[in-house]
Structure formats: structure tokens, C-alpha cells
């Protein structure tokens, strides 16, 4: 990794908002690709920030800081107003009940709509009905195993369930009763790119 990216990673999980984003344009103008610089700098982060959620270390407004800086860094890579008149399908996006952390989501989300995705977030702290899931506490487990049943019952079989964050990364998509688990937030994106036809998701 190079040094602006250490020094990235190192901004992001201090939460210094303006840093980041002094670095990340600075990444830009040496032609780092926004792939490389999510990969290697947001989600390198995010995973220093996930190992410090404990009883012990797990502090609410250094969190803050750091989701804060970490979604300025994702828009400035990402602008919004992408053109959507035509996108190549639809994906639903939602941090399951009892689970309020919504970076990563709000990562994938990004990137989705970067990729011509329609994207229809149903925000955190959701209901089962979703089906690109991110969870960062273990808990919600049960929950994303009744996603599936929940989908089939409305009648959306054969919609993909996806899921992420760094709970559910730990598991495999069998445990978790889903058809995809990404290790990052490119992986959902990839894998959405490379069905058939897309998805389509509760239109």
C-alpha cells in the first residue's frame, strides 16, 4: 500500500473529514483507480473500525467521525446524480432489525448506482423484506436466515439475496441461507453485473 493510502486508511479511522478527502483527491490525481482506493483504503478502514465495536474499545462518536468521513471520501469517488433514465436492473438494499450501522449499505448502495443500478434502500434497522443485507453484530443472523422464506411467500423466489458486512462475511451462504456472500462491497457489485438478466427485485 502506497503512503496516501496509509495515510487514508489512517484519516478515515480518525474520522478527519476534510483529510480524506485532501488525500483521496490527491489519489485521484495521481490516476488511482476509485476501485483501488475503496479497496485499499475505505474497507481497509472499515475493518480497523470493525475489530474496535467491542464492550471494550466501541466508542459512538469516533464511529460517527469515521462513517462520516468514510461516505464523504464514497460521494466525492461516486458523485450522485448519476443518469438512471435506463438502469440495467433493480436491487434493494436494507441493514436488517436490530442492527442501526449503515456504512457498508451505504457503500454497496454508491457503487451500485455507479454501475447503473437502481438501487431502493430501505434504510437500517429494517423488517425482513430486503435483499442485499448488511449487518455488522452478529445477532441479526436469525433474521437474514428468514429472508429467504419471507420472499418466497410473497411470491419473489426467484429473487438473489445477498448479503455482507462484517458479521455476516464470517459465514457462508449456505449457513446464512442466501445465494451470495461478499467479502467486500465490489463483490455484491460483481455479482449483481454477472447475472442473467439482472436482477429484479420486488418492482
Do not use: W
Not at 442501526?100 to 448502495?109: L, N, P, R, T
Not at 429472508?147 to 418466497?152: E, F, G, N, R
Request: contains cysteine; glycine residues 8%; charged residues 20%.
Amino acid at each position: 500500500m502506497d503512503r496516501n493510502l496509509n495515510l487514508l486508511v489512517a484519516s478515515l479511522v480518525d474520522g478527519d473529514r476534510e483529510r480524506c478527502l485532501e488525500l483521496a483527491r490527491e489519489l485521484i490525481c495521481q490516476a488511482r483507480q476509485p476501485a483501488d482506493i475503496v479497496t485499499g483504503g475505505i474497507e481497509v478502514a472499515m475493518a480497523t473500525l470493525d475489530r474496535k465495536c467491542t464492550a471494550e474499545q466501541f466508542n459512538l462518536l469516533e464511529i460517527m467521525l469515521a462513517g462520516r468521513a468514510v461516505m464523504a471520501v464514497t460521494h466525492l469517488l461516486f458523485p450522485a446524480g448519476i443518469d438512471l433514465s435506463n438502469p440495467r436492473s433493480s436491487v434493494v438494499t436494507a441493514v436488517l432489525e436490530g442492527d442501526i450501522h449503515d456504512i457498508g449499505k451505504s457503500i454497496v448502495k454508491t457503487l451500485l448506482a455507479g454501475a447503473h443500478f437502481r438501487v431502493v434502500d430501505c434504510g437500517k434497522d429494517t423488517p425482513v423484506a430486503a435483499v442485499c443485507i448488511s449487518s455488522l453484530i452478529s445477532s441479526v443472523i436469525p433474521l437474514v436466515r428468514d429472508v429467504k422464506p419471507a420472499l418466497a411467500a410473497a411470491g419473489l423466489s426467484h429473487v438473489k439475496v445477498l448479503a455482507g458486512g462484517a458479521a455476516l462475511k464470517q459465514c457462508s451462504a449456505d449457513i446464512l441461507g442466501v445465494d451470495f456472500v461478499g467479502q467486500t462491497a465490489f463483490d455484491a457489485v460483481n455479482y449483481v453485473a454477472a447475472l442473467p438478466g439482472g436482477i429484479h427485485a420486488g418492482r
